[in-house]
């Protein structure tokens, strides 16, 4: 079955800095990639999705099939991006499931 | 805006009593997804479906079943509760197209005493 990984269960980083959250997955067909996040007392909810290409919140995530990896990186962290954020892989094959990693928790300090 | 509504927030239950889940979808989505949420594991799959009756065991089957009679309703059953079933379980929908959003329920947390 494919698999995702997300090798950081924590993450700390002050506000203003860079953050790169890692994710790689094992699948060698044509990957669904997301990254979705949970706030505190939210529900979880999409945040970003490979197939549009695009920057939500600051935040961007690129696919690169060789490495298979889909790193979410933002230049700026602020204090409202802590949460927890999980990648998830969905795969045509098998009737579209979905498979999510362990997640990593995203603090930013002030 | 897309509705799953998961029929409990909290659970409390003994051990060996039979369990059901309920999540209603408000949104025609042919898939929907059963998901346990632990610390340090994340989300677990244990069983989708990509239709009405059609179903698909996911990491974590063990000690569970599902029923979807209607395509708005999937529940989660728990044939005899165990402690180590005590967690988060979140409930998703989402159409099959490639990159669609899956949607979530806010989660039940069942406890088993």
């Known amino acids: 079955a494919q698999r995702v990984t997300q090798p950081e269960k924590l993450l700390s980083v002050f506000k203003g800095a860079p953050v790169e959250l890692k994710c790689n997955y094992s699948?060698?067909?044509?990957?669904?990639l997301f990254w979705y996040v949970q706030y505190s007392r939210q529900r979880l909810q999409l945040l970003l999705r490979?197939?549009s290409r695009e920057s939500i919140k600051g935040f961007t995530a690129d696919l690169n099939k060789g490495e298979t990896s889909f790193h979410l990186k933002k230049p700026f962290a602020q204090e409202e991006d802590s949460a927890m954020y999980y990648c998830?892989?969905?795969?045509?094959?098998?009737?579209?499931?979905?498979?999510f990693g362990a997640g990593t928790r995203l603090t930013v300090k002030p | 805006d897309v509705k799953v509504t998961q029929s409990s927030r909290y659970l409390v239950k003994r051990t060996g009593e039979k369990v059901f889940l309920e999540c209603v979808q408000d949104?025609?989505?042919?898939?929907m997804f059963w998901y346990r949420q632990d610390p340090g594991l994340g989300l677990r799959l244990i069983y989708f479906?990509?239709?009405?009756?059609?179903?698909e065991k996911g990491d974590i089957p063990e000690g569970y079943s599902v029923s979807r009679e209607k395509k708005e309703r999937f529940s989660l059953i728990l044939e005899s509760a165990s402690t180590n079933q005590t967690s988060m379980y979140l409930c998703?929908?989402?159409?099959?197209?490639?990159?669609?959003?899956?949607?979530f329920g806010q989660g039940t947390r069942l406890t088993v005493v």
């Open positions: 699948y060698s067909g044509s990957p669904e």
């Open positions: 490979h197939i």
């Open positions: 949104m025609d989505h042919e898939n």
């Open positions: 998830a892989l969905s795969v045509s094959y098998n009737n579209n499931d979905m498979r």
């Open positions: 479906s990509y239709d009405v009756k059609m179903k």
């Open positions: 998703a929908s989402r159409d099959p197209g490639r990159g669609t959003e899956a949607f």
